[in-house]
């Protein structure tokens, strides 16, 4: 593979960790020690992928995420964050952050980050077919794949506001199961939920990562749709 992937950290023993990983995926790693010198090196580099540290000395990460996406706004840009720091995260999605993976390290969320990203760099060279509706006998069906941000918006709201008008029992919002939300898809998914607040068509969310489903659920999303987890034909009656 030899794609590369640039992690920001100020602590080396993390450094070094990521780089024994990720080389053994494939990976051509790129270190830095704190954002300034991660924005120096994604200056110079310009790999595709970024996992950066949240807090560290001379630059922040946070900081780091806005220099990186106003040089190329298309990086996937991972934070590391506390654990529980739902904070952090949710300020990093809104600043188009594309996924978020918690402190202490597991290798399994790592892997998965991983598949995720790799997926939504493909869907972003062909964006056809990253919001497809379907109507099933129960329910009207929209698959969701990729990163949902403000670029996907219009084809999902095009997308819901055909899925309403098939005068279902439901409209299920499905996330294929690399799919991320990044702060801008997530106020206008939000918005998209509250106008439809009141009108009797229940909507259900599935197919969300464990780590967007906090972040739904901290924003209050889940007062607008139903967080649906099960096997989703007896939903849809498919």
Same mark, same amino acid.
């Given at each position: 593979?030899? &794609?590369?992937?640039?992690?920001?950290? &100020?602590?080396?023993?993390?450094?070094?960790?990521?780089?024994?990983?990720?080389? %053994?995926?494939?990976?051509?790693? #790129?270190?830095?020690?704190?954002?300034?010198?991660?924005?120096?090196?994604?200056?110079?580099?310009?790999?595709?992928?970024?996992?950066?540290?949240?807090?560290?000395?001379? +630059?922040? @990460?946070?900081?780091?995420?806005?220099?990186?996406?106003?040089?190329?706004?298309?990086?996937?840009?991972?934070?590391?964050?506390?654990?529980?720091?739902?904070?952090?995260?949710?300020?990093?999605?809104?600043?188009?952050?594309?996924?978020?993976?918690?402190?202490?390290?597991?290798?399994?969320?790592?892997?998965?980050? #991983?598949?995720?990203?790799?997926?939504?760099?493909?869907?972003?060279?062909?964006?056809? $077919?990253?919001?497809? #509706?379907?109507?099933?006998?129960?329910?009207?069906?929209?698959?969701?794949?990729?990163?949902?941000?403000?670029?996907? +918006?219009?084809?999902?709201?095009?997308?819901?506001?055909?899925?309403?008008? +098939?005068?279902?029992?439901?409209?299920?919002?499905?996330?294929?199961?690399?799919?991320?939300?990044?702060?801008?898809?997530?106020?206008?998914?939000?918005?998209?939920?509250?106008?439809?607040? @009141?009108?009797?068509?229940?909507?259900?969310?599935? $197919?969300?990562?464990?780590?967007?489903?906090?972040?739904?659920? %901290?924003?209050?999303?889940?007062?607008?749709?139903? #967080?649906?987890?099960?096997?989703?034909? @007896?939903?849809?009656?498919?």
């Amino acid at each position: 593979m030899n &794609d590369k992937v640039l992690v920001i950290d &100020d602590e080396r023993p993390t450094l070094k960790m990521f780089t024994l990983l990720l080389s %053994a995926y494939g990976y051509e790693v #790129l270190t830095a020690e704190n954002g300034r010198e991660g924005v120096e090196t994604f200056q110079r580099e310009a790999p595709e992928l970024v996992l950066t540290d949240i807090k560290m000395p001379i +630059m922040d @990460g946070i900081e780091a995420l806005k220099a990186i996406k106003k040089l190329n706004p298309a990086t996937e840009v991972i934070v590391i964050t506390g654990h529980g720091d739902m904070d952090l995260a949710i300020q990093a999605l809104n600043l188009d952050a594309t996924d978020f993976i918690n402190k202490p390290l597991k290798r399994e969320a790592l892997e998965k980050a #991983l598949t995720r990203a790799k997926e939504r760099m493909t869907i972003a060279r062909n964006a056809e $077919g990253q919001v497809v #509706l379907e109507e099933k006998s129960r329910a009207a069906v929209i698959g969701v794949r990729g990163n949902v941000s403000a670029m996907t +918006m219009p084809r999902l709201t095009e997308a819901f506001e055909k899925a309403v008008a +098939m005068d279902k029992e439901a409209v299920l919002i499905e996330f294929e199961k690399n799919a991320s939300i990044n702060g801008a898809g997530i106020t206008g998914l939000t918005e998209l939920l509250r106008s439809n607040a @009141g009108s009797g068509t229940r909507i259900f969310l599935a $197919g969300l990562s464990s780590n967007f489903r906090s972040v739904f659920e %901290a924003l209050g999303i889940t007062r607008y749709a139903e #967080l649906f987890d099960q096997e989703t034909e @007896g939903l849809t009656g498919a």
